[in-house]
C-alpha cells in the first residue's frame, strides 16, 4: 500500500508557462514533506521542503503548498525552464524532520518543451 | 570535495554471487542510508546509519548487510545475489537525520 503516492507519471509543459506537480499521502502521522529532482544517471538532488505547521514554502521558482486536511502537496515552478525537465520525486517523514526514513513517490517526469 | 562517491557505476552478477557496494562520503556527514530504485517506483529505504558503529534496517533489508567502522565509509554487502536485487542503488549522506541528504550517482546492479 503505497503511503505517497503521485499520480502522474509524466507532465509536459512549455517554457515560461507555470508546472505544477501534484502528491497525495495516506499516513496522518507524516510531518515533513520534500521534493527531489533526479537527472538521468545522476542521485536524486534535495529541490524545498515544507513542515507540516506550515501551508506555504517558497525559494526562488519552487513553491509547495500543503493541505494537511486533503493530504496533498503540490510543486509549483514558475516560470518553467528547459533546464527544470527532470524525474520529481515527492517524499515524506513521521520525524519530525529526520530524513531517516524517508517515504518516497514513484516520481513524475516533467518535460519543459522550449 | 567530492561529496558521495559511489563505485562501482555498474555491475552484472550471477545468482548467488555475493558483492560489496562501496559508498563514500567527505564532508563528515553523520547519518548515511542505502536506498533502492526500480522501474516504476521511488526510493526504498534499506539499511541506514546514524554513525560509526551504529546501523539499522529500513523498508526492504533483506538480503543486504551493512557495516560502518569508519564515519566516512559505508558499504552494502549482497551475500548471495537473487534477481530480484536488480536495481539502481543509491547511498545518501547527510550532517543529521533532520538534514538534508545528499545522494551519490549510483550503482546500476543486474543479476542474472
Known amino acids: 500500500d503505497q503511503q505517497v503516492k503521485q499520480n502522474s507519471p509524466s507532465l509536459s509543459v512549455q517554457e515560461g508557462r507555470i508546472s505544477i506537480l501534484n502528491c497525495d499521502y495516506t499516513?496522518?502521522?507524516?510531518?515533513?514533506f520534500l521534493w527531489y529532482k533526479k537527472y538521468p544517471a545522476e542521485g536524486p538532488t534535495f529541490l524545498i521542503s515544507?513542515?507540516?505547521?506550515?501551508d506555504k514554502n517558497e525559494d526562488g521558482r519552487f513553491t509547495v503548498f500543503l493541505n494537511k486536511s486533503a493530504k496533498h502537496l503540490s510543486l509549483h515552478i514558475v516560470p518553467s525552464q528547459p533546464g527544470d525537465s527532470a524525474v520529481y520525486f515527492c517524499?515524506?517523514?513521521?520525524?519530525?524532520?529526520?530524513?531517516?526514513?524517508?517515504?518516497f513517490g514513484k516520481g513524475t517526469k516533467l518535460s519543459v518543451k522550449p | 570535495n567530492a561529496g558521495v562517491t559511489q563505485t562501482p557505476k555498474f555491475q552484472v552478477l550471477k545468482t548467488g554471487q555475493s558483492m560489496t557496494l562501496q559508498c563514500a562520503q567527505d564532508?563528515?556527514?553523520?547519518?548515511m542510508s542505502w536506498y533502492r530504485q526500480d522501474p516504476g517506483m521511488g526510493l526504498r529505504l534499506i539499511h541506514y546509519?546514524?554513525?560509526?558503529?551504529?546501523?539499522d534496517q529500513g523498508e526492504v533489508p533483506n538480503g543486504y548487510n551493512v557495516s560502518r567502522s569508519t564515519t566516512e565509509d559505508f558499504p552494502l554487502r549482497l551475500l548471495s545475489a537473487a534477481p530480484s536485487q536488480t536495481s539502481v542503488y543509491f547511498c545518501?549522506?547527510?550532517?543529521?537525520?533532520?538534514?538534508?541528504?545528499?545522494f551519490g550517482p549510483g550503482t546500476r546492479l543486474l543479476v542474472l
Open positions: 545518501a549522506s547527510s550532517y543529521g537525520a533532520e538534514e538534508t541528504q545528499y
Open positions: 499516513n496522518s502521522m507524516f510531518d515533513y
Open positions: 515544507i513542515s507540516s505547521i506550515k
Open positions: 517524499a515524506a517523514s513521521e520525524n519530525g524532520g529526520s530524513q531517516g526514513n524517508l517515504i
Open positions: 564532508m563528515n556527514h553523520e547519518y
Open positions: 546509519s546514524v554513525g560509526a558503529g551504529i546501523t
